[in-house]
């Protein structure tokens, strides 16, 4: 069974760095998948933010790709998010996915999630 | 401001059908890519509920369907239970100016009255 478990600080300042850790059991990084980020604001939606495959091949989103990081470590199974710069408005729950990418016909989604994180940016 | 559109809310009765819309444009829905159906339970992550447009993974009830036609995909619930009651999100791909994008509708409430 996959199982993903996010693990990181829960608050961190305005201007500083987050920093996020997506462990995975019972399906290895170094697999067919791809692995991503989505955070949901409180009471609001969802928002994805990166994704990347075992090679380091990564994609971002565009809003967002300045001042994110993602990176693997297929030696720990993990794969890691950095946000630099935060502000307030980067407080919600961070999930991490396991990403299904078919070329053709043309699928992405997302098959596993984490319990998900809340991280709050706060002084 | 979402890029695929979706309504703040839907109701319905137990057993009786409701359907989710999600609107996109020619650079997502309608440039033919697939929509997959997200159910967030309250307090839990978002699972897998429709991918490819029309296919449920393994568990997913029957009662849960996908269609895609245009600009606009679908999600019905038939049989509508208790259990239902959740936030459903849709999400594909956009084609824009800023590159290829993973995009998810804004989200809708079901309320089982």
């Known amino acids: 069974q996959v199982h993903l478990k996010e693990s990181g600080p829960g608050l961190v300042k305005p201007s500083e760095t987050l920093s996020l850790t997506c462990d995975v059991f019972?399906?290895?990084?170094?697999?067919?998948?791809?692995w991503g980020w989505i955070r949901q604001p409180p009471g609001k939606g969802l928002e994805w933010i990166a994704t990347?495959?075992?090679?380091?091949?990564?994609y971002s989103n565009p809003s967002l790709k300045s001042r994110v990081t993602i990176s693997v470590d297929a030696a720990k199974n993990h794969f890691s998010l950095k946000m630099r710069s935060v502000t307030a408005t980067d407080t919600a729950v961070y999930y991490c996915?396991?990403?299904?990418?078919?070329?053709?016909?043309?699928?992405?989604?997302?098959?596993?999630w984490g319990q998900g994180t809340l991280v709050t940016v706060s002084s | 401001q979402s890029v695929l559109t979706q309504p703040p809310s839907v109701s319905g009765a137990p057993g009786q059908r409701v359907t989710i819309s999600c609107t996109g444009s020619?650079?997502?829905?309608?440039?033919?890519?697939?929509v997959h159906w997200y159910q967030q339970l309250p307090g839990t992550a978002p699972t897998l509920l429709i991918y490819?447009?029309?296919n449920r993974p393994s568990g997913v009830p029957d009662r849960f369907s996908g269609s895609k036609s245009g600009t606009s995909a679908s999600l019905a619930i038939t049989g509508l239970q208790a259990e239902d009651e959740a936030d459903y999100y849709c999400?594909?791909?956009?084609?824009?100016?800023?590159?290829?994008?993973?995009?998810f509708g804004g989200g809708t409430k079901l309320t089982v009255l």
């Open positions: 996915a396991r990403v299904v990418v078919v070329v053709d016909p043309d699928l992405y989604y997302f098959d596993y």
């Open positions: 019972g399906s290895s990084i170094s697999s067919g998948y791809y």
């Open positions: 990347i495959y075992h090679s380091g091949s990564s």
């Open positions: 020619n650079s997502n829905i309608g440039a033919g890519y697939a």
């Open positions: 490819g447009d029309i």
């Open positions: 999400q594909s791909y956009d084609n824009s100016l800023s590159g290829l994008d993973v995009v």
